[in-house]
């Protein structure tokens, strides 16, 4: 990279978020029922870039949580606003989702139970310090971007004998393995900010220990390669990969403390190799929009069908995960019924669009976007680099393609856990493309 960028200024920090034992988890509904955080694994942390150009501003906010809430976002960017006057549309908060995390989210159990409003409060606090922090060390800088690609997803839906789709390691399945990559420098040629993304589930372990995963070790890594935090890593569309290390045969593995640092390493090691790619210079130039999304839903379970849910399993035997939490579900819709209200027909979904001149760009969508979703966003932009990010200011629900609807599975049938009640339905492709075109339409690319 060569000369300055005038008036491109940008700060970056990281900000410790571990909770307290005790502390209510969220990823995986079978823990999450019973079982609060009993220790750490490695710490987890809130990393924000601040970047400024010209009139224009805006914060990347990076957490080590499996989601942030619609809700929790919402009075996260009311508080920034209030302080430094950055509206929603600048302001992008995404999640790595890792597993291993904190509840600050609607779903699965906490559906119905209230989150740790302490936690909450100490996570906001945190994300503010963290931005007050980058905002204050903010100063010239020099960006460049460039894409690599990434060996560690591998896709999660196989498709058995029996024709069901299945969570299982799927080698011939898609992917999106792009891994996007920006380097930001001060004038004397020192890193202020390594962001980075990729799109796959950080899920390689579900005990009770607080970790970021993989994601974690490659910034861990990446950080000291460098000699210093400068890693931002951004989740990507995720939503059916899984890291290829965890494979064994036809089942994934977990809680193998060796499987986290060989993936997170292999992560750090093509961030590192990407970085000594020819990159492309970044013009002076910000731009920002966001747009909401009403994804239709198909028809909702009817009264008879959650009343027959209930006495199902309350009836049962079976006192799993399964049966206690899908007989709150339903109990949820009968009250909802019964108060003489609808059922949601539409999920409301947050595409955000933040341009860095012409030649990189950030689309990030609520929820948890498949594989060729994100490719879908790419094609839209033929030239330079896009981030195709999911898990982006909210938990939304999972994204897949319409084929997949007619297939079924984890990725189709789950609209639930989210507190839905009924499936996503075919022209998913066809919203987001014309959402696209709005937020290009505002940022005049």
């Not at 750490?40 to 914060?59: E, G, K, N, W």
């Not at 606003?81 to 908060?93: D, E, I, M, T």
Request: charged fraction near 20%.
């Amino acid at each position: 990279m060569s000369d300055t960028c005038e008036q491109m200024r940008a700060g970056f920090s990281r900000v410790r978020i571990t909770p307290p034992d005790g502390t209510p988890l969220q990823g995986f509904c079978p823990r999450d029922l019973d079982m609060t955080s009993s220790g750490v694994r490695d710490d987890v942390y809130t990393r924000v870039l601040f970047v400024h150009a010209q009139a224009a501003a805006t914060l990347i906010i990076g957490l080590d949580l499996c989601y942030l809430g619609r809700v929790q976002t919402d009075e996260l960017k009311r508080r920034i606003y209030a302080r430094w006057g950055l509206p929603a549309h600048q302001v992008l908060v995404n999640c790595s989702h890792t597993h291993s995390s904190a509840a600050a989210a609607r779903w699965g159990i906490r559906c119905y139970t209230p989150l740790d409003e302490t936690y909450l409060e100490q996570l906001y606090q945190a994300i503010l310090t963290a931005i007050e922090e980058a905002m204050g060390q903010a100063r010239e800088v020099r960006i460049a971007s460039g894409t690599a690609r990434t060996k560690l997803p591998m896709n999660r839906r196989h498709r058995g004998e029996d024709g069901q789709v299945v969570n299982a390691p799927n080698p011939s399945g898609p992917v999106c393995d792009l891994l996007p990559v920006c380097v930001l420098e001060d004038n004397d040629g020192q890193y202020v900010c390594v962001m980075f993304s990729i799109g796959c589930h950080p899920s390689m372990l579900n005990d009770a220990m607080i970790s970021a995963d993989f994601p974690g070790v490659a910034m861990r890594e990446l950080d000291k390669h460098v000699g210093r935090p400068v890693s931002l890593f951004l989740q990507g569309a995720g939503g059916d990969a899984r890291p290829y290390v965890s494979a064994e045969g036809d089942r994934w593995v977990r809680n193998r403390g060796d499987d986290v640092e060989a993936a997170g390493r292999l992560l750090a090691e093509e961030v590192i190799g990407a970085m000594k790619l020819p990159l492309d210079r970044i013009d002076s130039g910000l731009h920002c929009a966001l747009v909401s999304i009403d994804f239709p839903l198909g028809k909702a379970t009817d009264k008879e069908a959650l009343q027959q849910t209930i006495d199902t399993h309350c009836d049962s035997v079976d006192s799993s995960w399964l049966s206690k939490v899908r007989t709150l579900w339903a109990r949820q819709g009968l009250n909802i019924l019964d108060r003489g209200q609808e059922l949601a027909s539409v999920v409301n979904i947050q595409l955000q669009m933040i341009c860095f001149g012409d030649a990189m760009r950030i689309v990030a969508l609520e929820g948890e976007p498949v594989a060729e979703i994100g490719w879908l966003i790419c094609n839209q932009f033929p030239a330079g680099v896009t981030f195709p990010l999911g898990y982006s200011n909210g938990e939304g629900l999972y994204l897949p393609t319409t084929a997949m609807l007619a297939e079924g599975g984890y990725e189709v049938d789950s609209y639930w856990e989210y507190g839905y009640y009924g499936p996503l339905v075919p022209g998913i492709e066809q919203a987001i493309t014309q959402a696209i075109g709005k937020v290009c339409d505002q940022v005049s690319v």
